[in-house]
């Protein structure tokens, strides 16, 4: 069992920079894939970024490829997603996600089975 909680979430100026921040609790988190999915107003839940459990290669949505970064601190269960060049259009709550198995499985909600509450992240233009 994992049990997320996310925090970092704010109000920033397009062009600014954010950090979100996921920790966990529970034994198997540092053997989980781990995601960030977002929702904005009015959309579905949409998948952001991912990596597998010993931080390895990341995934990331085309439209925030090369402006975010995913990363993870299994030591602190912990992980974080870092967000650069924010755009208007990156506005929505930001959800943490953990898998049950260890490896990237895919950006589908239904592959990730422990989810955090959300925080909002708000892009002013």
């Known amino acids: 069992q994992v049990q997320l909680g996310e925090s970092g979430g704010a109000l920033v100026q397009a062009g600014g920079s954010l950090r979100l921040s996921c920790a966990a609790s529970g034994r198997t988190f540092s053997s989980a894939a781990i995601a960030w999915f977002r929702q904005a107003p009015g959309k579905e839940r949409e998948f952001v970024a991912a990596v597998g459990w010993s931080g390895g290669t990341p995934y990331y949505a085309d439209s925030v490829k090369g402006r975010f970064i995913i990363s993870r601190d299994n030591a602190k269960n912990t992980m974080y997603l870092q967000m650069n060049s924010l755009k208007p259009e990156d506005t929505a709550v930001y959800y943490c996600?953990?898998?049950?198995?260890?490896?990237?499985?895919?950006?589908?909600?239904?592959?990730?089975?422990?989810w955090g509450q959300g925080t909002q992240v708000t892009v002013s233009s």
């Open positions: 996600a953990a898998g049950r198995g260890p490896l990237f499985s895919g950006r589908g909600e239904h592959q990730y089975n422990y």
